[in-house]
């Protein structure tokens, strides 16, 4: 195993993946929100953390250059041994610390400025002798210091609370202690907390932390309203569909732009689902009118043959009964090869070598008749399935051949209009008489080809010929 798939193995991130995987939108952007702020305050805190001791380092080197120049301004004598040391040079001492406790810098701060504003950079000193009493900030000798080795040797961070240089305030203080001869010196300056860039710095990235928070929460709740309202809308749609309501419509635009594409798919399956169920009433009720004829004249039929004793009139009415049962039986296969799931295999089917086929099949059966049988096609291919749009073809020419006169002429046409493909079959039969007539004299093949057509999308005109009937197939492009 290499040493990348055994980090790999160690570094298992399934349960935080997992652990996503479980979290709403809302919830991840309410996270997200959070750590944009957490990270935020973490940058101020490392931030601020880097200006304190910048601060610290430029206070270490204001009091070193303070106390190697407080050194150079002490008289030459006063490298002199404890025992030597009386109590008039403790008090010439006393005089020259006060002469430099401002400062020997002109940058430093006032001690009163330091007290009022908080602002750093005041010198502070402290000078003891082997006798007298110490001159200078008496608290830096009681102070508890801690040793900043990173700034440099004898070099000190100091704490003085509120009375010890400033009556209302605490300071920070970086000292310098080092013995000079039979002294010991400190000087320090004060710690500048934090200058106005910084604070405004501070202000700014606190105020940046804020409005991501409260914006991002604002954000993921607004967003889960909307979803909630956007799933709810598509969720009545579905349930109104499922009571049999195809009227509503899950809304695509202008709720949550996320369910768009969800609602789109949704509005499309409930479209397809009305169209289906339409189609599918409309062909119940078409192939159960059209069932009514047959049934009534073979009971017709029926009755008269138990009525009569002429053997040839009974030879007859048998004969028709048996057809009228053909038709309803042929309708009734026609009927299952519309509801048979696994004829719906859609491929390019050309128009036109239908047309030429259904006149090679019913050619001989019109010139039993006299009826001529032609073809006047172009190139027109629609995306259907072949067996459906076969059978619907043979029924239409089916129709034109029995209902035309004998010596009558049957014209299959194919090809392409402006909008999309069309087949239509012209006969010199009786005619329906006006466009709009019922085609029942035409048999129950037109029941089957209406509901073909609608399963592909397209629809059926009835025409008159004068004389005769033109039924056209309709696609769209």
């Keep these: 195993m290499s040493g990348w798939d055994a980090f790999r193995r160690r570094l298992d991130l399934s349960a935080p993946v997992a652990w996503l995987g479980r979290r709403t939108s809302t919830q991840l952007a309410s996270a997200l929100a959070i750590l944009a702020a957490v990270a935020l305050s973490g940058s101020l805190l490392i931030t601020g953390r880097a200006a304190q001791l910048d601060q610290r380092q430029q206070a270490a080197l204001a009091a070193l250059a303070d106390f190697g120049a407080l050194a150079t301004k002490l008289p030459p004598d006063m490298a002199m041994d404890a025992a030597s040391m009386t109590d008039a040079d403790a008090a010439y001492i006393s005089a020259v610390l006060a002469a430099f406790q401002d400062g020997p810098s002109r940058e430093a701060t006032t001690l009163e400025e330091t007290c009022r504003t908080g602002r750093g950079r005041a010198g502070i000193r402290l000078i003891r002798a082997p006798v007298g009493k110490p001159a200078g900030l008496a608290a830096l000798e009681t102070v508890r210091a801690r040793r900043l080795s990173n700034l440099g040797p004898d070099v000190y961070l100091v704490r003085l609370g509120p009375g010890d240089l400033c009556l209302n305030r605490a300071v920070d203080a970086v000292i310098v202690r080092r013995p000079v001869g039979a002294l010991e010196v400190t000087v320090g300056r004060v710690v500048d907390p934090a200058g106005s860039a910084w604070r405004w710095a501070v202000l700014s990235v606190f105020a940046v932390g804020v409005l991501i928070l409260v914006s991002g929460l604002t954000a993921a709740t607004f967003a889960r309203r909307r979803l909630t309202s956007a799933l709810a809308k598509v969720s009545?749609?579905?349930?109104?569909?499922?009571?049999?309501?195809?009227?509503?419509?899950?809304?695509e635009v202008s709720v949550a732009p996320e369910l768009t594409e969800l609602s789109g798919q949704v509005n499309r399956t409930l479209d397809r689902l009305d169209e289906l169920l339409t189609w599918l009433r409309d062909s119940a009720d078409q192939l159960a009118h059209d069932f009514r004829t047959p049934l009534a004249r073979a009971t017709a039929r029926l009755d008269k043959l138990a009525m009569t004793d002429d053997g040839r009139e009974r030879a007859r009415l048998i004969r028709e009964a048996r057809q009228d049962l053909a038709d309803i039986s042929r309708a009734m296969t026609e009927a299952m090869a519309l509801r048979d799931g696994e004829a719906w295999s859609f491929e390019s089917v050309r128009l036109d070598t239908l047309a030429e086929a259904a006149v090679e099949l019913y050619q001989p059966i019109a010139e039993e008749r006299g009826v001529t049988l032609s073809a006047e096609v172009e190139p027109a291919a629609?995306?259907?399935?072949?067996?459906?749009?076969?059978?619907?073809?043979?029924?239409?020419?089916?129709?034109a051949v029995k209902f035309s006169p004998d010596g009558g002429a049957v014209v299959i046409r194919a090809g392409m209009t402006e909008e999309g493909p069309i087949l239509s079959v012209a006969d010199q039969g009786p005619g329906m008489g006006n466009a709009q007539a019922s085609p029942d004299s035409h048999g129950m093949g037109l029941a089957f080809v209406r509901a073909s057509l609608r399963r592909h999308g397209g629809r059926m005109t009835i025409d008159d010929a004068k004389p005769g009937t033109i039924v056209t197939a309709h696609f769209t492009r």
């Excluded at 629609?382 to 129709?399: E, F, K, T």
Aim: charged content about 25%; glycine content about 6%; cysteine-free.
């Design 236 to 251: 009545k749609a579905l349930d109104r569909a499922a009571l049999g309501d195809f009227s509503y419509r899950a809304p």
């Design 382 to 399: 629609v995306l259907g399935v072949r067996s459906l749009l076969q059978r619907a073809v043979a029924n239409l020419v089916d129709n």
